[in-house]
């Protein structure tokens, strides 16, 4: 039977700030929670803003918290100031060019119709004819929304970044989030497994782009930037998990990334699940990080007509000024996606070492489905695969949780706010709701608040359900003011407000995180509530044990609110271990049935038995 991959840890960053302590989660729904509740995130994101706080959080301070977070307009660049360069073909009434260059400056292979007179560290050169040059301008982007993480926030600053991508020091600061959250070390955790016991599963769906990766590399022989040592390794995709395996965790166990567009979030997730339902190993950190809020990653969406242009945005509301903080708008009228960052890891832990160490446990991940679209008229047209991963998902529900028990479920829909989407994604949720007789199925995408992060967008969508299950509220779609006519919602209870879902969430067991990628990668999550995977565990394995359980919680409970509340203050642990404890061959011993490794204290297992007895 089985293993139950229980959530023990959950970090990362996005637009609406940070996501242990639900921070990130208790943003959107500020509006209902007490402010009491709200305090410690005012005082988180004013940290990490830079905002000054003296005794109290003042309505100007969340004015500004609020001014600087969620989708909003784009603040990584300025978009009505865009470098652009254009070629051109020069030439003079006399069919003469003259302009001065230092020597070192002078092409390798000089054109044939140059005259060049060396002068000391100078040329002068007179061009007989045309001469092909770039002219640099500055232009307007047509899109300027964007889901940028807290105004003012870097995390490169927070550790020795040493020209690390984006996406990676977003990584370092995701990775260290969730392994803060866990309210007992990592060396701790080390002591109770193997080395070999642990899973990274993490990655970048669009690898590392910007200037310190794969744009500069690209870009340096032609606006004569230089290409350092780092720009081809830090630009590989699976490079998230290189980070927190070499710098992070000190991990010599299974890793790597399975990539599935906006999908693949979910498709890590579901690699985490099977080491631990294979028993292959006991903890997994799974996650992803995208940076991609970079004028040339959104003009390649952009001129695919995906991305939610200003003039559009103007247009939806009649109006000469666009609302860049409405600019993704699921289900309702709408122009395109919202081009988005963030980082988010949870740690799934196997429920015996769980229950034994006494950790947190946030929920469970039943299972993940993935399905192929099959044939297509366009790689990034929706398809059928997507009915299958849902109706997967709906039918595990109802048989774990029974003919009742799969109606107190919600779903965050993918949600992208482009009119394609609302179509599609609906008719889907629809039919499924119909087919397994929900009458009005909770429907929420909080893409609407923090934008389209691509690889990370379903990690987004993941903390902040097991947010409802802390604070009782799943986030409405507040950027939206009706429903679409051609949405597709006889049995959705599309949300266009936040929904009470009991105390802690009570009244829901389950969501359904959906996602569906270009080129036909669509995956539908099915993760159970704490109260839901409580009962589970407690039915497997009794009272007794539970009882042991909840006692030796107190402490981890106490210490990862300890460590939230020092976070809010600027005072978290970033974990980034360059250089030590490196191991070579001389930290190795190895016999025929193990092999030791100098940092750690257990060994490593080399099995005798031969698994294929049966074909013999």
Not at 595 to 609: D, N, P, V
Request: proline share 3%.
């Amino acid at each position: 039977m089985a293993k139950l991959p229980l959530i023990v840890g959950l970090g990362g960053i996005n637009a609406a700030g940070r996501s242990s302590g639900f921070h990130s989660y208790k943003l959107m729904v500020a509006d209902v929670l007490s402010a009491d509740v709200m305090e410690s995130t005012w005082q988180d994101l004013a940290s990490r803003m830079g905002l000054e706080i003296d005794n109290n959080v003042t309505s100007e301070v969340i004015d500004a918290i609020k001014t600087g977070t969620f989708v909003r307009r784009v603040d990584s660049f300025d978009p009505d100031n865009l470098l652009y360069q254009y070629k051109a073909n020069l030439n003079t009434d006399n069919d003469k060019i003259c302009f001065t260059l230092r020597k070192s400056k002078l092409p390798t292979k000089i054109p044939d119709n140059w005259d060049v007179v060396v002068d000391g560290s100078k040329v002068h050169i007179t061009v007989n004819g045309n001469l092909d040059a770039l002219i640099e301008d500055r232009v307007a982007f047509p899109v300027t929304s964007g889901g940028n993480i807290p105004a003012g926030f870097n995390p490169a600053s927070l550790y020795n970044s040493r020209f690390h991508p984006r996406g990676l020091s977003l990584t370092i600061y995701g990775a260290s989030d969730a392994l803060n959250s866990l309210g007992v070390e990592w060396d701790e955790i080390l002591k109770h497994i193997k080395p070999d016991e642990v899973s990274v599963y993490a990655g970048s769906g669009l690898a590392q782009i910007d200037d310190n990766s794969l744009g500069g590399m690209l870009a340096a022989p032609l606006t004569g930037g230089r290409v350092s040592s780092k720009m081809m390794a830090l630009s590989l995709a699976e490079m998230p998990a290189d980070f927190i395996n070499g710098y992070v965790i000190n991990s010599v166990g299974t890793t790597g990334t399975n990539m599935g567009a906006c999908a693949t979030f979910l498709y890590n997730l579901r690699q985490g699940m099977y080491d631990i339902q294979n028993g292959k190993s006991k903890v997994v950190i799974v996650g992803n990080a995208e940076a991609p809020v970079i004028p040339e990653i959104m003009e390649g969406f952009r001129v695919m007509g995906a991305l939610a242009e200003d003039a559009q945005l103007k247009a939806l509301d009649s109006c000469d000024e666009v609302d860049n903080r409405r600019a993704c708008r699921p289900f309702s009228a709408n122009a395109g996606f919202t081009m988005a960052e963030s980082a988010q890891f949870v740690v799934l832990m196997d429920d015996e070492l769980a229950l034994k160490l006494g950790a947190n446990i946030y929920g469970s991940v039943a299972d993940v489905f993935v399905n192929a679209d099959a044939n297509k008229k366009s790689i990034s047209a929706p398809g059928v695969g997507n009915y299958i991963t849902v109706a997967k998902a709906a039918a595990l529900a109802k048989a774990i949780l029974g003919e009742e028990g799969v109606k107190q479920t919600f779903v965050q829909a993918h949600g992208t706010g482009t009119p394609q989407n609302r179509v599609t994604e609906s008719h889907i949720l629809n039919e499924v709701a119909k087919t397994y007789n929900i009458d009005s199925w909770p429907v929420t995408a909080i893409k609407s608040y923090v934008g389209h992060s691509m690889s990370a967008a379903a990690g987004d969508q993941l903390v902040a359900s097991l947010g409802v299950w802390q604070h009782g509220w799943i986030p409405g779609i507040k950027t939206i003011d009706h429903i679409a006519d051609d949405v597709h919602h006889s049995n959705l209870n599309i949300l266009m407000d936040h929904q009470f879902a009991g105390e802690m969430g009570q009244d829901y067991k389950a969501v359904i995180l959906n996602a569906k990628g270009f080129g036909g990668n669509n995956a539908s999550g099915l993760v159970l509530s704490p109260k839901q995977t409580l009962t589970m565990l407690t039915a497997k394995h009794g009272q007794n044990v539970m009882a042991s359980y909840y006692q030796s919680n107190q402490a981890i409970s106490d210490a990862s609110c300890s460590n939230d509340k020092a976070a809010c203050y600027g005072q978290e642990t970033i974990r980034y271990h360059f250089g030590e404890a490196v191991m070579d061959e001389n930290s190795i011993t190895m016999t025929q049935d193990s092999l030791r490794l100098s940092e750690f204290e257990q060994a490593i297992e080399l099995s005798s038995k031969n698994p294929y007895l049966d074909y013999i």
